[in-house]
């Protein structure tokens, strides 16, 4: 996905977290779903900071009323954004959390990234289904991206955070020096504070559209595929009755 949408979508997250780390008014909602961890391996050869942020219901409003307040936007102009802002994260169908990556001295190698980095909601682990590719090259200071995660189980097609308690992130240690010897970084949101609400309003609904219009194509496609089945299977069956007659009628 890292393409024309993907980079519109980068240049549009920059834009909220220069909103987000200067209004002071959202501050607090930005620090509740933003983790930051820091680490110097023992010859002090390098540095790395690590910050994860996971686009709760919460923070995504905060950063639509923060930039609606900003641009004094009508309530129509703001639901256009909002749905813009949530169709470009895939919130339909992934759970999206931004990583900033900031190294000194030693550089980071960490492709490919998406076999260091997974997400752990209860007993299940879940890799990336897209990611920053950016990641996968050498890191020497700052280097940000999206990273996407699965928002219904690949197996059992049920949504993964509906009844959870928390989701973690964890980040393996082997990738860094000065993260190298120490357990894995782990971050871990509490589901329970998410006091925002995404779902309704007319930003909502058009993303809800957009899934089904979706979902709606694949089954049509599948039954397709189906249906060609089943006409071989009952020409074949007609097929084998036929013979099954000649040879009975001699």
């Known amino acids: 996905m890292f393409s024309r949408k993907f980079t519109a979508l980068m240049v549009l997250l920059f834009a909220l977290c220069s909103v987000c780390y200067a209004a002071t ?34 923070y995504i409003e905060a950063l639509v009323a923060s930039e609606a307040e900003k641009n004094l936007w009508t309530a129509d102009e703001m639901e256009n954004y909002k749905y813009t802002l949530l169709k470009n994260l895939n919130l339909a169908e992934s759970i999206p959390f931004h990583i900033y990556m900031e190294v000194t001295g030693i550089p980071v190698y960490a492709g490919p990234f998406d076999k260091h980095i997974h997400m752990r909601v209860g007993k299940k682990v879940y890799e990336p289904i897209d990611y920053d590719k950016r990641f996968n090259f050498r890191i020497q200071g700052q280097r940000d991206g999206m990273v996407f ?34 357990s894995d970084v782990l971050w871990v949101w509490d589901l329970t504070r998410d006091r925002g609400k995404v779902g309704g309003g007319k930003a909502a609904n058009r993303l809800e559209v957009d899934r089904l219009l979706k979902r709606s194509d694949k089954l049509k496609a599948d039954r397709e595929a189906l249906q060609k089945q089943i006409d071989a299977l009952t020409k074949e069956y007609n097929d084998v009755n036929s013979r099954i007659d000649e040879l009975q009628a001699q």
């Open 25 to 58: 008014d959202i501050d607090p909602v930005v620090r509740a779903w933003t983790h930051e961890t820091t680490a110097t391996d023992r010859d002090h050869e390098q540095t790395v900071k690590l910050r994860a942020t996971y686009y709760s219901n919460e």
């Open 149 to 182: 995660f699965p928002r219904y189980d690949p197996k059992t097609g049920k949504e993964i955070l509906a009844g959870a308690k928390d989701v973690r992130v964890i980040f393996d240690n082997s990738v860094t020096h000065a993260f190298s010897g120490r």
